[in-house]
């Protein structure tokens, strides 16, 4: 079974880096697939933030490009992602996912995690 | 960007009570329409993708219809267990996957 765990700081002060882990288990992210990170604000819908094949093919939304980077350790078997310059806009749950193998459909997720901006 | 279009926003439904959320894409995207379902503090589950085919695990009570820009997701009889909110997503445009506003079912 392939599970997903979001992992980082809880609260980010305004203007400095977001910087999450997702570790994967039950499967082998060099083997193949893209994987995803989604957001959640407060009281909002679901946001797409950006996808990376294990092998460094990257989507990400334009919203966020100038301000996004995910990466990818087959080491850890983890997935990454930075966020700079982050604002209270920034606040939300923040999920990874896996991408299945057609249709660009999220199979799988993590529990999320929730990411506070405020100095 | 695709928009997404959710209604109703949330509905109050009893148990046993067939349930149909609509969700509308501002523009053609065929069939590449998935739903989930989300649960406070859970992950969200996938329950249909590409419009029309249930994921595997997803009792058959669950139910999706639509192409083009028209979706709809069918609950056949509403179980204790399916108040949530349950959000769409397109899946043409992978260079800007969006999702709807989201419906929350509550219950009557």
């Known amino acids: 079974q392939v599970q997903l765990q979001e992992s980082g700081p809880g609260l980010v002060k305004p203007s400095e880096t977001l910087s999450l882990t997702c570790t994967v288990s039950g499967y082998s992210i060099s083997s193949g697939y893209y994987w995803g990170w989604i957001r959640q604000p407060p009281g909002k819908g679901l946001e797409w933030i950006g996808s990376m094949y294990y092998s460094g093919s990257t989507y990400y939304n334009p919203s966020l490009k100038s301000r996004i980077t995910i990466s990818v350790d087959t080491s850890k078997n983890q997935i990454s992602m930075k966020l700079t310059s982050v604002t209270a806009a920034d606040t939300a749950v923040y999920y990874c996912?896996?991408?299945?193998?057609?249709?660009?459909?999220?199979?799988?997720w993590g529990q999320g995690t929730l990411v506070t901006v405020s100095s | 960007d695709i928009q997404m279009t959710q209604s109703p926003s949330s509905l109050s439904a009893s148990v046993g009570d067939r349930v149909t959320i609509t969700c509308r894409a501002s523009?053609?995207?065929?069939?590449?329409l998935n739903w989930y379902q989300h649960k406070p503090g859970k992950a969200p589950k996938l329950l249909i993708y590409a419009a029309s085919s249930l994921q595997s695990g997803v009792p058959s009570r669950f139910s999706g219809r639509g192409s083009g820009t028209d979706f709809t997701l069918t609950i056949s009889s509403l179980q204790p267990e399916d108040f949530a909110t349950y959000y769409c997503q397109q899946s043409y445009s992978n260079f800007r996957l969006t999702f709807g506003g989201g419906t929350k079912v509550e219950i009557k």
């Open positions: 996912a896996r991408v299945a193998s057609t249709g660009w459909r999220f199979d799988y």
């Open positions: 523009q053609s995207i065929y069939s590449y």
